[in-house]
């Protein structure tokens, strides 16, 4: 049973462009959540989605951020015109749901900015 | 007040000894608590889950006071592979399926 997968693990982008940030969550799992986490800093939540729904964006800046978990596909965090500030690590968890409240994280997306 | 505060550390022990961390919590509607640790540069891997009946997982021990709103986790024989930073995690209402308040950390370095 394969782990939370993120792609890409590393993602350079410069000021200005747009970052795509993709999570397929572990097989089974119906919730994901995005958090990033700032370099020296802890875990920060960002936004919690089920399939087609955003259910909680409270941690979400208000411009340029956005995300989504299609009914087909992995989830996508999307940052437009990116700043030096978004440089972070962005981490994607999913969780059961129903069964198990307990949230598993896929390996990163280092994102720098230059 | 934080809403989940850690002892950043670093706590440096040797090898067979026993530490403890703590953690307070300030969310009285927090249902779900949850030890992770994570290591340099990689992503937070759940060590167990908290229980206020207590639980222990070999070496492993954590305890949950609510009516102090405080967590601990006890490692016993402390082994070179558990250096890494200890994350205090509780979750943010009163579902289960809500995310997650993550302390800052406490980083733990077992000496040969």
Known sequence: NAGVMQNPRHLVRRRGQEARLRCSP?????HVYWYRQLPEEGLKFMVYLQKENIIDESGMPKERFSAEFPKEGPSILRIQQVVRGDSAAYFCAS????TSYEQYFGPGTRLTVT | RKEVEQDPGP?????GATVAFNCTYSNSASQSFFWYRQDCRKEPK????VYSSGNEDGRFTAQL???SQYISLLIRDSKLSDSATYLCVVNKGRSGNTPLVFGKGTRLSVIA
Do not use: I, Q, T, Y
């Not at chain 1, 572990?26 to 119906?30: A, C, D, I, L, N």
């Not at chain 2, 706590?11 to 090898?15: K, L, Q, R």
């Not at chain 2, 759940?46 to 889950?49: K, N, T, V």
């Open chain 2, 46 to 49: 759940l060590l167990m889950s």
């Open chain 1, 95 to 98: 969780s059961p749901g129903l």
């Open chain 2, 65 to 67: 006071n609510r009516a």
């Open chain 2, 11 to 15: 706590f440096n022990v040797p090898e």
């Open chain 1, 26 to 30: 572990m097989k089974g799992h119906s």
